[in-house]
């Protein structure tokens, strides 16, 4: 198995609970599909540079994760048909770095 980061960008409208939605979905997805969630960040509401679909902002949801092409295949059919979901990037590791989290905020 290969190690997979997934950014998923989520409507800048959608409420806290349906965000959670998101987030437990692919999570479930990923542990389901023969995968296992290493670790999930949320980086809250940022802006797109460009405009995607009428949208300035979205939220993000930053998984990092082991899986197979099985996995992969998986979460783009759902990111595909999901209404919620404007952007998905899956990206190949050969090591995940899990300390770094490039936008956590500060308290």
């Given at each position: 198995m290969a190690f997979?980061?997934?950014?998923?960008?989520?409507?800048?409208?959608?409420?806290?609970?349906d965000l959670k939605t998101i987030r437990e979905k692919y999570n479930d997805l990923i542990n389901k599909s023969s995968g296992k969630v290493i670790k999930v960040e949320e980086?809250?509401?940022l802006n797109l540079a460009?405009?995607?679909?009428n949208y300035k902002k979205g939220?993000?949801?930053h998984f990092k994760f082991e899986g197979s092409k099985l996995t992969i295949e998986e979460i783009e059919k759902k990111t595909k048909i999901d209404s919620s979901i404007i952007r998905s990037l899956v990206v190949k590791y050969k090591k995940l770095d899990t300390?770094?989290?490039?936008f956590k905020k500060n308290n």
């Open positions: 997979y980061e997934n950014t998923l960008v989520a409507k800048q409208d959608l409420a806290q609970k980086w809250g509401l460009n405009k995607i679909k939220f993000y949801i300390k770094t989290e490039f």
